[in-house]
Protein backbone atom coordinates (compact mmCIF):
# COMPACT_ATOMS: atom_id res chain seq x y z
CA UNK A 1 0.00 0.00 0.00
CA UNK A 2 0.98 3.45 -0.07
CA UNK A 3 3.36 4.41 2.09
CA UNK A 4 3.68 8.37 1.86
CA UNK A 5 0.37 9.76 2.01
CA UNK A 6 0.58 13.57 0.57
CA UNK A 7 -2.27 16.37 1.02
CA UNK A 8 -4.45 17.76 -0.67
CA UNK A 9 -4.62 16.37 -4.23
CA UNK A 10 -5.30 19.65 -5.64
CA UNK A 11 -5.44 22.94 -4.73
CA UNK A 12 -6.91 26.03 -6.34
CA UNK A 13 -5.53 29.18 -5.37
CA UNK A 14 -6.16 33.36 -6.47
CA UNK A 15 -2.95 34.63 -7.66
CA UNK A 16 -0.79 36.19 -4.79
CA UNK A 17 -2.62 33.60 -2.16
CA UNK A 18 0.27 31.25 -0.30
CA UNK A 19 -0.06 27.55 -0.84
CA UNK A 20 0.80 24.18 1.57
CA UNK A 21 1.10 20.86 0.77
CA UNK A 22 1.69 18.44 3.37
CA UNK A 23 3.58 14.87 3.16
CA UNK A 24 2.82 12.27 5.88
CA UNK A 25 4.72 8.65 6.20
CA UNK A 26 3.86 5.62 9.08
CA UNK A 27 7.26 5.29 8.99
CA UNK A 28 10.46 7.68 10.19
CA UNK A 29 12.27 8.58 6.71
CA UNK A 30 15.84 9.17 6.10
CA UNK A 31 15.77 11.75 4.17
CA UNK A 32 13.01 13.82 1.62
CA UNK A 33 13.11 15.00 -1.41
CA UNK A 34 10.78 17.12 -3.00
CA UNK A 35 9.87 17.44 -7.09
CA UNK A 36 7.71 19.56 -9.26
CA UNK A 37 6.37 18.41 -12.09
CA UNK A 38 4.40 20.48 -14.67
CA UNK A 39 1.84 19.81 -16.93
CA UNK A 40 3.06 17.63 -19.86
CA UNK A 41 6.56 17.36 -18.36
CA UNK A 42 8.45 15.46 -15.93
CA UNK A 43 9.25 15.70 -12.07
CA UNK A 44 12.29 18.48 -11.34
CA UNK A 45 14.41 17.95 -8.64
CA UNK A 46 13.62 20.83 -5.62
CA UNK A 47 15.33 20.14 -2.80
CA UNK A 48 16.38 17.26 -0.44
CA UNK A 49 16.38 17.31 3.72
CA UNK A 50 18.08 15.05 5.40
CA UNK A 51 17.93 16.60 9.13
CA UNK A 52 14.91 16.32 11.48
CA UNK A 53 13.56 19.78 11.94
CA UNK A 54 15.47 20.76 9.00
CA UNK A 55 14.05 23.69 7.18
CA UNK A 56 15.30 25.20 4.22
CA UNK A 57 13.99 28.40 1.87
CA UNK A 58 14.46 28.83 -2.01
CA UNK A 59 12.89 32.36 -2.92
CA UNK A 60 9.22 32.20 -1.64
CA UNK A 61 9.49 28.78 -1.17
CA UNK A 62 10.36 27.12 2.19
CA UNK A 63 10.56 23.27 2.91
CA UNK A 64 10.19 21.69 6.34
CA UNK A 65 11.26 18.63 7.67
CA UNK A 66 9.48 16.91 10.88
CA UNK A 67 11.36 16.88 13.88
CA UNK A 68 9.94 13.24 13.99
CA UNK A 69 11.36 12.72 10.16
CA UNK A 70 8.17 11.38 9.44
CA UNK A 71 6.40 14.57 7.96
CA UNK A 72 7.41 17.01 5.57
CA UNK A 73 5.69 20.46 3.73
CA UNK A 74 6.12 22.49 1.20
CA UNK A 75 4.81 26.32 1.46
CA UNK A 76 4.59 28.93 -0.81
CA UNK A 77 4.57 32.46 -0.20
CA UNK A 78 2.45 34.76 -2.75
CA UNK A 79 1.87 31.96 -5.66
CA UNK A 80 2.50 32.85 -9.23
CA UNK A 81 1.13 31.55 -12.31
CA UNK A 82 4.56 29.91 -12.80
CA UNK A 83 4.15 27.67 -9.71
CA UNK A 84 1.42 25.58 -11.43
CA UNK A 85 2.11 22.27 -11.29
CA UNK A 86 1.94 18.63 -9.02
CA UNK A 87 4.34 19.11 -6.27
CA UNK A 88 5.98 15.31 -5.05
CA UNK A 89 7.54 14.05 -1.64
CA UNK A 90 9.58 11.40 -1.77
CA UNK A 91 10.67 9.66 1.51
CA UNK A 92 13.79 7.37 1.77
CA UNK A 93 13.42 4.92 4.41
CA UNK A 94 16.16 3.05 6.14
CA UNK A 95 19.27 2.33 4.75
CA UNK A 96 17.60 1.39 1.44
CA UNK A 97 17.65 3.10 -1.97
CA UNK A 98 14.06 2.96 -2.94
CA UNK A 99 12.03 6.16 -2.76
CA UNK A 100 8.56 6.36 -1.92
CA UNK A 101 6.49 8.95 -3.99
CA UNK A 102 3.50 10.63 -2.55
CA UNK A 103 0.59 10.61 -4.71
CA UNK A 104 1.23 14.65 -5.32
CA UNK A 105 -0.28 17.87 -4.88
CA UNK A 106 -1.81 19.67 -8.50
CA UNK A 107 -1.82 23.38 -7.77
CA UNK A 108 -3.55 25.35 -9.88
CA UNK A 109 -3.20 29.33 -9.79
CA UNK A 110 -5.84 31.41 -10.88
CA UNK A 111 -4.69 34.59 -12.19
CA UNK B 1 24.63 17.97 -23.94
CA UNK B 2 24.52 16.05 -21.23
CA UNK B 3 21.22 14.87 -19.74
CA UNK B 4 18.95 11.99 -19.67
CA UNK B 5 16.88 10.52 -22.79
CA UNK B 6 14.03 8.54 -23.81
CA UNK B 7 12.28 6.93 -27.02
CA UNK B 8 9.76 6.77 -28.16
CA UNK B 9 7.99 9.65 -26.77
CA UNK B 10 4.64 8.05 -27.21
CA UNK B 11 4.63 4.15 -28.23
CA UNK B 12 1.28 2.19 -29.01
CA UNK B 13 1.68 -1.75 -29.09
CA UNK B 14 -1.38 -4.48 -29.32
CA UNK B 15 -1.99 -6.37 -26.25
CA UNK B 16 -0.25 -9.53 -26.04
CA UNK B 17 3.40 -7.84 -27.39
CA UNK B 18 6.15 -7.04 -25.65
CA UNK B 19 7.56 -3.95 -26.07
CA UNK B 20 10.82 -2.19 -24.57
CA UNK B 21 10.81 1.35 -23.71
CA UNK B 22 15.01 3.27 -24.13
CA UNK B 23 16.55 5.11 -21.43
CA UNK B 24 20.39 6.50 -22.03
CA UNK B 25 21.95 8.61 -19.92
CA UNK B 26 25.12 10.26 -20.58
CA UNK B 27 25.77 12.26 -16.95
CA UNK B 28 28.13 9.34 -15.55
CA UNK B 29 25.03 8.85 -13.21
CA UNK B 30 26.05 5.08 -11.06
CA UNK B 31 22.05 4.32 -10.25
CA UNK B 32 19.35 4.40 -12.59
CA UNK B 33 15.31 3.95 -12.04
CA UNK B 34 12.00 2.99 -13.75
CA UNK B 35 8.82 4.64 -12.37
CA UNK B 36 5.23 3.90 -13.39
CA UNK B 37 3.07 7.01 -13.19
CA UNK B 38 -0.77 6.69 -13.66
CA UNK B 39 -2.72 9.46 -12.90
CA UNK B 40 -3.82 10.12 -8.83
CA UNK B 41 -0.70 7.22 -7.95
CA UNK B 42 2.06 9.16 -8.10
CA UNK B 43 5.22 7.41 -9.34
CA UNK B 44 5.64 3.82 -8.40
CA UNK B 45 9.15 2.14 -8.63
CA UNK B 46 9.29 -0.87 -11.17
CA UNK B 47 12.97 -1.58 -11.07
CA UNK B 48 16.86 0.41 -10.02
CA UNK B 49 20.28 -0.64 -10.70
CA UNK B 50 22.93 0.83 -8.42
CA UNK B 51 25.67 -0.39 -10.69
CA UNK B 52 26.40 -2.43 -14.00
CA UNK B 53 24.89 -5.85 -14.25
CA UNK B 54 22.93 -5.42 -10.90
CA UNK B 55 19.22 -4.15 -10.27
CA UNK B 56 16.51 -4.83 -7.88
CA UNK B 57 12.81 -4.91 -8.06
CA UNK B 58 10.74 -2.39 -7.48
CA UNK B 59 7.25 -2.62 -5.71
CA UNK B 60 5.50 -3.14 -9.21
CA UNK B 61 8.22 -5.54 -10.83
CA UNK B 62 5.62 -8.00 -11.76
CA UNK B 63 5.30 -8.01 -15.94
CA UNK B 64 8.50 -5.93 -16.29
CA UNK B 65 12.03 -6.58 -16.93
CA UNK B 66 15.55 -5.19 -16.94
CA UNK B 67 18.89 -5.21 -18.33
CA UNK B 68 22.17 -3.12 -16.86
CA UNK B 69 24.69 -3.92 -19.44
CA UNK B 70 25.94 -0.88 -19.64
CA UNK B 71 26.41 2.08 -17.16
CA UNK B 72 25.04 4.46 -19.78
CA UNK B 73 21.61 2.57 -20.61
CA UNK B 74 18.63 1.09 -18.58
CA UNK B 75 16.03 -0.36 -21.06
CA UNK B 76 12.97 -1.14 -19.32
CA UNK B 77 10.88 -4.42 -21.16
CA UNK B 78 7.15 -4.24 -20.56
CA UNK B 79 5.67 -7.74 -21.13
CA UNK B 80 2.70 -9.64 -22.05
CA UNK B 81 2.59 -10.38 -18.72
CA UNK B 82 1.93 -6.72 -17.56
CA UNK B 83 -1.62 -6.67 -16.80
CA UNK B 84 -2.53 -3.28 -16.93
CA UNK B 85 0.57 -1.99 -19.14
CA UNK B 86 -0.61 1.78 -20.33
CA UNK B 87 1.12 4.59 -18.33
CA UNK B 88 3.12 6.84 -18.58
CA UNK B 89 7.11 5.40 -17.91
CA UNK B 90 9.60 7.68 -16.62
CA UNK B 91 13.37 6.74 -16.62
CA UNK B 92 15.85 8.50 -13.68
CA UNK B 93 19.05 8.68 -12.96
CA UNK B 94 21.36 9.87 -10.02
CA UNK B 95 24.93 9.99 -8.81
CA UNK B 96 26.37 7.90 -5.88
CA UNK B 97 25.37 4.72 -4.56
CA UNK B 98 24.90 2.85 -1.45
CA UNK B 99 24.31 5.18 1.43
CA UNK B 100 24.84 8.16 -0.42
CA UNK B 101 21.65 9.72 -1.97
CA UNK B 102 21.13 12.54 -4.23
CA UNK B 103 18.84 14.00 -6.42
CA UNK B 104 17.03 12.04 -9.47
CA UNK B 105 17.26 13.50 -12.90
CA UNK B 106 14.23 12.27 -15.04
CA UNK B 107 13.76 12.03 -18.54
CA UNK B 108 11.07 13.27 -20.87
CA UNK B 109 8.92 10.33 -20.18
CA UNK B 110 7.35 7.52 -22.43
CA UNK B 111 3.54 7.40 -22.96
CA UNK B 112 2.88 3.36 -23.74
CA UNK B 113 -0.78 3.02 -24.97
CA UNK B 114 -1.73 -0.87 -25.21
CA UNK B 115 -5.23 -1.78 -26.72
Known amino acids: GQQVMQIPQYQHVQEGEDFTTYCNSS?????IQWYKQRPGGHPVFLIQLVKSGEVKKQKRLTFQFGEAKKNSSLHITATQTTDVGTYFC???????????FGTGTSLTVIP | DGGITQSPKYLFRKEGQNVTLSCEQNLNHDAMYWYRQDPGQGLRLIYY???????QKGDIAEGYSVSREKKESFPLTVTSAQKNPTAFYLCASAPGQGFLVFEQYFGPGTRLTVT
Open chain 1, 90 to 100: AGLMGTGNQFY
Open chain 2, 49 to 55: SQIVNDF
Open chain 1, 27 to 31: TTLSN
